[in-house]
């Protein structure tokens, strides 16, 4: 059975950084992509950055220059490394990953889905 647990959520000034964690297990997937999706209330779930299984990056153009993805393929962990955060940031924060090597920012693509971390930005 394949999990992905967040962490790393939580309030924030604007300006401010965080860095999200996603630890895997049960899944032999470190060749595939993966991503960080985020949602607010009554909105679409938001792709905001994906990892390709060998290490290719695609931002969401909202975050682009100030978030970093990264994974640990050695410890199954994908990060989120967020900076200079901005009220329009918060959301629901989930990881997900993909059975195939690209990544994506279409949440229709991804398979396997963690359950979210909050993240609040206040101005």
């Known amino acids: 059975q394949v999990t992905l647990v967040e962490s790393g959520g939580g309030p924030v000034q604007a300006g401010g950084s965080l860095r999200l964690s996603c630890v895997v297990s049960g899944y032999t997937g470190q060749r595939f992509g993966m991503g960080w999706f985020r949602q607010v209330p009554g909105n679409k779930r938001e792709g905001v950055a994906s990892i390709s299984g060998h290490g290719g990056t695609t931002y969401a153009q909202s975050v682009k220059g100030r978030f970093t993805i990264s994974k640990d393929n050695v410890n199954n962990t994908l990060y989120l490394q967020m900076n200079s955060l901005k009220p329009e940031d918060t959301a629901m924060y989930y990881c997900?990953?993909?059975?195939?090597?690209?990544?994506?920012?279409?949440?229709?693509?991804?398979?396997?889905w963690g359950q979210g971390t909050q993240v609040t930005v206040s101005s």
């Open positions: 997900a990953a993909r059975d195939y090597t690209w990544q994506s920012l279409e949440e229709t693509n991804y398979v396997y």
